[in-house]
């Protein structure tokens, strides 16, 4: 069976769209009373490993009726600078989230940075206070790769509770989130890393295997449970046999496919729901802004309905 006619395989486009579509009803509405949603994107130096997100974010924010600004900086600014500059978007009132692209200058420290943007404008969910919240279940915004992973594999229909889950990579952005998600949802959640003793051990007792770690086709057949969900993170650039680039993911998708019941392909698997999911976020950071400013100042007639 080719590729693309294998009803095996769990594509994001389809979800990303119900998403997005639901985001675009939120947003018109809350323009119209007022608050027009507003994101702004920060890339620090050489952009290359991140420009295929930034275009999405852009194109879908359009679609979502959402407004979207990128800020570039010279890869020698200096961290005091950038602090400066997310204090300041920190503190204006038509800036609703506020994303920093990754990977950053290694001069520059990226945990400082993720704590400098307000947790109310935190549309990545990698603020300290972000991720206390999703240890403490609440799930409402999590970090988007990890929340779009999440997404996947619910549409499998499995049920998640006392589900046997396997997460290769115990990345913070990745990894961890996805663990502590799947933990609220009752699944048994093993985590494995560059010190797992047997990473296939692990792997072959998974109902839902998730991998991100960056290395191709490190995830084989013979590591998957029959019947499983595999859910590959993995982005890697790589020349292939016609000798162009192309992107690959982390699992062998040609054997795994005929073991596993549900693959994710890459591209066009996690990829797109985590543009969403960035989407929603910043609606959920704008309700929360707006549940602030109405306790704060007092509400005008028009939201006291709500
Ligand atoms: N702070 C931060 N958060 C991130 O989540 C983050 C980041 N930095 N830096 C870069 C990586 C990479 N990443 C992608 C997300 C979606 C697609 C995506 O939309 N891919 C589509 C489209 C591919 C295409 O158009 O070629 C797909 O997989 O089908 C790609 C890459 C998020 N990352």
Known sequence: MSLSDDSRYLRGGP?????????????????????????????VGDTAAVDVYVRNQRAKAALAGIGFEERRFPADITAGELEAAIHGLNADPRVTGIIIQRPVPVHIPIKTLQAAVHPLKDVEGMHP??????????????????????????????DLKGLEVVIVGHSEIVGKPIAFLLMSEGATVTVCHHMTRSVAAHARRA????????KPRLIKADMVKPGAAVIDIGINAEIGPDGESRIVGDVDAESVKDVASWITPVP??????TVAILLRNTMVALSRQRARYQATYGAPDKLAAE
């Open 129 to 158: 206070a972000s991720i206390g919240n999703i240890v403490y279940n609440q799930l409402d915004l999590a970090p988007c790769t990890a929340a779009a992973s999440v997404e996947l594999l619910k549409e499998t229909g499995l």
């Open 268 to 273: 066009g698997g996690v990829g797109p729901i």
């Open 207 to 214: 109902d839902a295997l998730f991998v991100a770690v960056g």
């Open 15 to 43: 979800v990303a769209q119900r998403i997005i579509a639901s985001v675009r009803e939120d947003a018109a509405i809350a323009t119209a009373e007022g608050f027009p949603a507003k994101l702004i994107s920060i890339t």
